[in-house]
């Protein structure tokens, strides 16, 4: 997610926001008292933090020419706070708090505010309205519940653009992979993802849990716009997707045991390391590297993992002759594979819209435009250069041009306008066509398209931030090829390790004979079509023995 700029702050606050307290019992003498205007005449607001709390909050060591600082507080001899030293590496500080007004006919009312304090020391105080709270909270959990039926999406479109004989395994994998993603995010992802403190400053750091107490209920530390248990939801939902990924192209061929533990360490902690780097505010966040909503961070990070898989377990039996050809293996069901796309689409609605972490209404609108926009000229670029390319329009090509479009413009759907996405979406299109056809010339077999999609068009997604839109500049373009690269190096190699110490210890692909038979049979003994398929089911058999 594209994070405030003073995110390195907030990240800090992760584990210490769900202890905030209303501090009604401060004495009057010790919190500074600040006067606001209402049409009813002067109104007072009184403000306080808990000691303990403002210690914690404003914790925080920076980086200044070379040199570490860390933050200091001062307190009288009565043990009441005098001066927060520093905040930001710009020298200002925010945290979220509570006010209590009372208004000119004596009433109170207690709210949510959010503090700051300049360089001068001048204290500023916005009064967060409950209703826009509420707002902005709900539509991030509508967005997390989109990024959810996702997961069914990506199920129906990679067992409908393979074999009969493996749906019941894919449909398996795909149920297992968000439930076994949102249980390891919870275990160590989050706090991988989001650091309070930094065990390599910027890269590395490892945490258990969801870095809060018994109090769940205070807004996010990283965004005051919601609660931090939304925060949560909404970025587990995104985890999982990196391994639904990998699960298409390593389809039909690897075993589901290794493939799920595979999914656990992936999700656990490869795929939250290099999301630490920019939305945890690390070292990419600092250079300047943009990925609104997860081009690389999620795409591409999961299509790296696809290709290595790939590579690893080799093709599927039968996928190219002897002399090179290829020998196409279509996909049993088009009208689901059809139907995950739309799913897949819609979900992306809440996927990119929920990454404006607001229901601000004109970046939420303008974000459902551009996203729409380069899915539907994704969709016409791969549809048309197939017809004129293989003389005949081609469904599976225009419907991965869908979601190469929806990949393409995913770093940047806050920054563009919609002709740009256009560009964007008809380059992505294309790019997803004839990546496919590469990959079958070097013999690199990617069942659904996986690798194209989300790692091809991924890459040209994040750089086209540096091309199109708002940012762009030759200076943001190598920011990022800068990030892309590193992250999808990094991948590289923790998948890679990943895959071979599974495959030494355990094993990873199916012996040729299930392959042969099917996975459906050889790992579940289940048919996913059993009045339509003239297959042995062992459990079957043996009750009507």
């Given amino acids: 997610m594209h994070l405030h700029r003073f995110s390195a702050l907030w990240i800090c606050l992760v584990a210490l926001m769900g202890s905030m307290m209303i501090a009604d ?11 606001m205007f209402t049409q009813s005449g002067e109104t007072s607001v009184t403000w ?26 001062t307190y009288d001899d009565d043990g009441d706070l005098e001066e927060v030293g520093i905040y930001y590496d710009d020298g200002t500080a925010k945290t979220i708090g509570y006010v209590t007004i009372t208004y000119a006919d004596g009433s109170e009312e207690t709210r949510k505010a959010i503090f700051s304090m300049e360089k001068d020391g001048e204290i500023e105080v916005e009064i967060l309205s409950w209703a826009t709270f509420v707002v902005d909270n709900l539509w991030i959990l509508i967005a997390a519940a989109l990024v959810f039926l996702m997961h069914l999406g990506f199920a129906t479109l990679e067992a409908g653009l393979t074999r009969s004989k493996e749906t ?17 995010y919870a275990i160590c992802g989050w706090m991988i993802m989001y650091p309070g403190d930094w065990m390599i400053p910027g890269v590395f750091s490892f945490g258990l849990g969801l870095g809060y107490g018994e109090s769940a209920i205070d807004n996010s ?59 945890g505010g690390g070292w990419l966040d600092e250079l300047g590297f943009v990925d609104f909503a997860g081009s690389t961070l999620v795409h591409a990070v999961g299509g790296t993992g696809a290709l290595v898989g790939a590579i690893i377990l080799g093709p599927r039996l039968g996928k190219y002759a002897s002399d090179g050809t290829v020998n196409p293996i279509p996909g049993h069901n088009l009208p689901l594979a059809t139907i995950g796309v739309f799913l897949l689409w819609l979900g992306w609605f809440g996927f990119n819209g929920g990454s404006v972490l607001s229901a601000d209404p004109a970046e939420v609108s303008l974000v459902f435009v551009t996203t729409g926009i380069a899915a539907a000229c994704g969709c016409i670029s791969a549809g ?50 004839f990546s496919v056809l590469a990959l079958d010339k070097i ?36 920011n990022q090829i800068i990030g892309c690269f590193s992250i999808i190096i990094f991948t590289a190699i923790s998948a890679t390790i990943l895959f071979l110490v599974i495959k030494a210890v355990f094993g990873l692909r199916v012996s040729a004979e299930e392959e042969m038979e099917g996975l459906d049979l050889g790992e579940h003994d289940m048919s996913a079509y059993p009045d339509f398929q003239r297959v042995y089911i062992k459990s079957y058999h043996a009750r009507e023995m």
């Fill in 48 to 73: 306080s933090f808990d000691k303990a709390q403002l210690e914690a909050a404003f914790k925080i060591v920076i980086e200044s020419e070379g040199e570490t600082s860390a933050y200091a507080l």
């Fill in 384 to 433: 048309i250069i197939s017809w004129i390319a293989g003389g005949k329009p081609d469904l599976t090509m225009a419907l991965n041009g869908v979601l190469g479009g929806l990949v393409g413009i995913t770093a940047g759907a806050d920054l563009m306008s919609w002709p740009e996405a256009a560009i964007i979406g008809i380059i992505a299109g294309a790019i997803v066509y």
């Fill in 168 to 184: 019941v395994n894919i449909l398996f994998k795909n149920t297992m992979i968000p439930c076994i993603g949102l249980v390891m």
């Fill in 221 to 279: 530390p990283i965004y005051e716009a919601y609660t931090l248990n939304a925060d949560f939801i909404f970025q587990g939902m995104f985890a999982a997707t990196a391994a639904t990924i990998v699960s298409g192209a390593v389809a039909g061929r690897i075993a589901l045991g290794p493939f799920l533990l595979f999914t656990a360490l992936f999700v656990g902690i490869s795929y939250p390391i290099t999301g630490s780097w920019q939305w």
């Fill in 25 to 35: 019992q401060a004495r009057a003498d010790e919190t500074p008292e600040l006067t």
């Fill in 443 to 478: 013999k690199i077999d990617d069942p659904v398209g996986a690798i194209s999609v989300h790692l091809v068009a991924g890459i040209w997604g994040t750089l086209a931030v540096g091309i199109f839109g708002s940012e762009a500049s030759f200076a943001q373009l190598m």
